[in-house]
């Protein structure tokens, strides 16, 4: 088992930046791949960026070039610096890790608002 803890979010104005940041604890040496997903409200969940454990990260188009996903190893942490945010970007986020026999895992989740 993965336990996945978020810390991070709030309220912005759009053009503003956000830090979101997230611990592993339990197996969390088994893991693969983390990440973060979001959903707004009325919309499916959708990827904003994974990384693995080879260092490779995904990222949606819709963030490229504004957000960066970057990853402790020691300390089994993921972060997501979020820059130029947008009206756009609100939404719940979502820790995510993928363990080495693909079972999923994820975080409570922490509301990000942006104000136009």
Not at 26 to 46: C, D, H, L, V
Not at 83 to 89: A, G, R, T
Request: net charge positive; with cysteine; glycine share 10%.
């Amino acid at each position: 088992q993965v336990q996945l803890v978020e810390s991070g979010g709030g309220l912005v104005q759009a053009g503003g930046s956000l830090r979101l940041s997230c611990a592993a604890s339990g197996s969390s040496f088994t893991i693969n791949t983390m990440g973060w997903y979001r959903q707004a409200p009325g919309k499916q969940r959708e990827l904003v960026a994974t990384v693995t454990i080879r260092g490779r990260t995904n990222y949606a188009d819709s963030v490229k070039g504004r957000f960066t996903i970057s990853r402790d190893f020691a300390k089994n942490t993921v972060s997501l610096q979020m820059n130029s945010l947008k009206p756009e970007d609100t939404a719940a986020y979502y820790c995510y890790a993928e363990n080495v026999v693909l079972n999923d895992y994820w975080g409570q989740g922490t509301q990000v608002t942006v104000s136009s």
